[in-house]
């Protein structure tokens, strides 16, 4: 433990010095780690602004500057949580946002999606108003809509790049020929999905259509949601409103075989007194120069040791032991349930 703090303390002495990647042939230039917004707000047990709004202004401190949010976390809650913390302070952070889910009345209506250009127009104007600033830095399509075509939505946030209120354009979860739909009329600089050592299926067909086109990659739970922290608990343990409560690979059955997967990662990160979460991320940014990987969390102490990983070194054994460990057969369960699989563009 005392080798950990010190490699901890001594890495966050110097983490001004935290790597750029650049995402996109646009040339969207981001931390090489970032912030994943979401627990802030839901998912994740009690809200605690306090603690989050210190949590942002460390990540800044730290060199951790690229900030991931939606409309659809709290929904609305969560924009509002980041245009407090950065009012003052737009100018040191890059923020990417999230329109297409159907939210009435404050509420989200299920999976129900809604990228109809008029709805991507309202909803960019409430990310503006909410996050307090002229410009979102990046701007993803949630979810694909099936009843709105690929070439409205880029055509439609092509013009909101034209007019100034985008820099750059996102998708989150879609597949490869929806891609390629939208970076044929608008470039596409960043698709985000999840994408981790515990979830790989973006391997067989996304991840070579993004070299192809020049498009980065943005994972999202990066860490399993914490299942890759070794620290996993059966899902009747977390507490009412826990996202994991309902997540598949938590419950009974699949629950103990991937405990028994997630093992060597847990050996890997002993024998270099790290970890286990800091060798998931390590994992992701040994794989390609532009994976930038956003994990979430709402406390500083989480943002620290997950900002460290970026100093960690995999050799190559390290990297074909963690991929034949947890390859796709080895991982039980779907890792969402059947009405989320249903909204994943596959």
């Not at 009329?185 to 698709?191: A, I, L, M, R, T």
């Not at 943002?303 to 032991?321: C, G, K, P, T, W």
């Given at each position: 433990?005392?080798?950990?703090?010190?490699?901890?303390?001594?890495?966050?002495?110097?983490?001004?010095?935290?790597?750029?990647?650049?995402?996109?042939?646009?040339?969207?230039?981001?931390?090489?780690?970032?912030?994943?917004?979401?627990?802030?707000?839901?998912?994740?047990?009690?809200?605690?602004?306090t603690?989050?709004?210190?949590?942002?202004?460390?990540a800044?401190?730290?060199?951790?500057?690229?900030?991931?949010?939606?409309?659809?976390?709290?929904?609305?809650t969560?924009?509002?949580?980041l245009?407090?913390?950065?009012?003052?302070?737009?100018?040191?952070?890059?923020?990417?946002?999230?329109?297409?889910?159907?939210?009435?009345?404050?509420?989200?209506?299920?999976?129900?999606?809604?990228?109809?250009?008029?709805?991507?127009?309202?909803?960019?104007?409430?990310?503006?108003?909410?996050?307090?600033?002229?410009?979102?830095?990046?701007?993803?399509?949630?979810?694909?809509?099936?009843?709105?075509?690929?070439?409205?939505?880029?055509?439609?946030?092509?013009?909101?790049?034209?007019?100034?209120?985008?820099?750059?354009?996102?998708?989150?979860?879609?597949?490869?020929?929806?891609?390629?739909?939208a970076?044929a009329?608008?470039?596409?600089?960043?698709?985000q999905?999840?994408?981790?050592?515990?979830?790989?299926?973006?391997?067989?067909?996304?991840?070579?259509?993004?070299?192809?086109?020049?498009?980065?990659?943005?994972?999202?739970?990066?860490?399993g949601?914490?299942?890759?922290?070794?620290?996993?608990?059966?899902?009747?343990?977390?507490?009412?409103?826990?996202?994991?409560?309902?997540?598949?690979?938590?419950?009974?059955?699949?629950?103990?075989?991937n405990?028994?997967?997630?093992?060597?990662?847990?050996?890997?990160?002993?024998?270099?007194?790290?970890?286990?979460?800091?060798?998931?991320?390590a994992?992701?940014?040994?794989?390609?120069?532009?994976?930038?990987?956003?994990?979430?969390?709402?406390?500083?102490?989480?943002?620290?040791?997950?900002?460290?990983?970026?100093?960690?070194?995999?050799?190559?054994?390290?990297?074909?032991?963690?991929?034949?460990?947890?390859?796709?057969?080895?991982?039980?369960?779907?890792?969402?349930?059947?009405?989320?699989?249903?909204?994943?563009?596959?």
């Open positions: 433990m005392e080798t950990y703090l010190l490699l901890v303390d001594t890495f966050l002495e110097t983490i001004m010095t935290l790597d750029k990647r650049t995402l996109g042939t646009a040339g969207l230039e981001v931390s090489a780690i970032g912030l994943g917004c979401m627990p802030m707000s839901q998912s994740y047990g009690p809200a605690d602004e603690e989050s709004i210190a949590t942002l202004h460390r800044i401190e730290l060199g951790c500057t690229f900030f991931d949010t939606a409309e659809v976390y709290g929904p609305h969560n924009e509002e949580l245009g407090k913390a950065f009012a003052d302070r737009r100018d040191k952070v890059t923020i990417a946002t999230k329109f297409g889910f159907r939210i009435e009345n404050g509420k989200q209506i299920g999976v129900d999606r809604d990228s109809r250009p008029s709805n991507i127009r309202a909803a960019v104007e409430g990310s503006l108003r909410r996050l307090k600033t002229d410009h979102i830095d990046l701007l993803y399509q949630h979810r694909v809509d099936p009843n709105v075509p690929m070439e409205d939505v880029a055509g439609t946030v092509a013009d909101l790049v034209k007019e100034g209120k985008v820099s750059y354009f996102g998708l989150s979860e879609a597949g490869v020929a929806n891609i390629r739909r970076h009329v608008h470039p596409v600089s960043v698709v999905s999840e994408y981790s050592l515990w979830e790989r299926n973006l391997e067989a067909d996304v991840i070579p259509a993004l070299r192809e086109l020049g498009i980065g990659l943005v994972p999202f739970s990066p860490l949601r914490g299942f890759l922290t070794g620290t996993a608990k059966r899902a009747q343990d977390y507490p009412e409103g826990d996202f994991r409560r309902n997540d598949p690979r938590y419950q009974e059955g699949n629950f103990e075989a405990v028994r997967a997630a093992q060597s990662v847990i050996d890997i990160a002993g024998a270099k007194n790290v970890k286990p979460g800091q060798i998931a991320l994992w992701i940014l040994h794989k390609a120069p532009d994976f930038v990987p956003i994990p979430g969390t709402k406390r500083r102490s989480y943002l620290e040791e997950n900002v460290a990983s970026a100093e960690i070194e995999l050799s190559s054994d390290d990297m074909a032991a963690l991929d034949t460990a947890l390859a796709p057969e080895n991982v039980s369960g779907q890792r969402y349930t059947a009405a989320m699989m249903a909204a994943v563009d596959r």
